[in-house]
């Protein structure tokens, strides 16, 4: 079935650095690619999202990029701050019906 | 305005209990999703409404899980003589428009339920 691989799980930084995190999808028929935060014991919220007729989208320090053909894409942070120390999440479209697929996750911590 | 809220917030249920858990999606939205969230992993996918119709439950783990919209706005997921292995916090997520769209889906803040 549909698949989506995220590396890498942990991520440790120091505040101010840049964070990169990296997934593959599976199903060549995906348009739409969400990445969501979680903080412990919250809701995911969506920070970013791109769709297949662009190859980059940034917002202030996040940007992400997609490469359709490879049918793999990032989430880039610059100049980390102990705030965005959280799990992201990426994930794909699949199916008519809009399910999300996501990945298992990336832990980033932040060091002051 | 108000964003998707679920309850209980954490639920309890002895081996064999049956148990329900609510959803109350965006005022407006129509497409209603579940997602189940093991421990340490992403959010899988259970369920999908579109208004009131259920038009995919291929990721209901088995006949003990039931989900019902019947009238396109609160859901209520249902799981029948529960066991260890459904401990898991129970996400739902609702979007503006229908399956012909990808648009933005939010998530409310889940029903952590634990089977003893």
């Known amino acids: 079935g549909e698949n989506v691989e995220q590396h890498p799980s942990t991520l440790s930084v120091q505040e101010g650095d840049s964070a990169v995190i990296k997934c593959t999808y599976s199903d060549s028929a995906s348009n739409y690619f969400p990445w969501y935060k979680q903080e412990l014991g919250k809701r995911p919220q969506l920070i970013i999202d791109?769709?297949?007729?662009?190859g980059e989208k940034k917002d202030q320090r996040i940007a992400v990029t997609l490469n359709k053909t490879a049918k793999h894409f990032s989430l880039h942070i610059t100049e980390t701050q102990p705030e965005d120390s959280a799990v992201y999440f990426c994930?794909?479209?699949?199916?008519?019906?809009?399910?999300?697929?996501f990945g298992a996750g990336t832990r980033l911590a932040v060091h002051p | 305005g108000a964003g998707v809220s679920q309850s209980p917030r954490y639920k309890v249920a002895k081996r064999g209990q049956d148990v329900a858990l609510r959803c109350d999606p965006i005022?407006?939205?129509?497409?209603l999703f579940w997602y189940q969230q093991a421990l340490g992993q992403g959010p899988e996918f259970l369920t999908y409404?579109?208004?009131?119709?259920?038009?995919?439950k291929s990721g209901l783990p088995s006949d003990r899980f039931f989900a019902e919209r019947p009238e396109g706005s609160v859901s209520t997921l249902k799981i029948q003589r529960t066991q260890q292995e459904d401990s898991a916090v129970y996400l739902c997520?609702?979007?503006?428009?229908?399956?012909?769209?990808?648009?933005?889906?939010?998530f409310g803040p889940g029903t952590r339920l634990t089977v003893l």
């Open positions: 409404f579109q208004n009131e119709a259920q038009l995919d």
């Open positions: 997520a609702s979007s503006l428009s229908d399956r012909g769209s990808t648009d933005t889906q939010y």
């Open positions: 005022s407006g939205h129509v497409s």
């Open positions: 791109i769709r297949s007729n662009v």
């Open positions: 994930a794909s479209i699949s199916g008519g019906y809009n399910k999300l697929i």
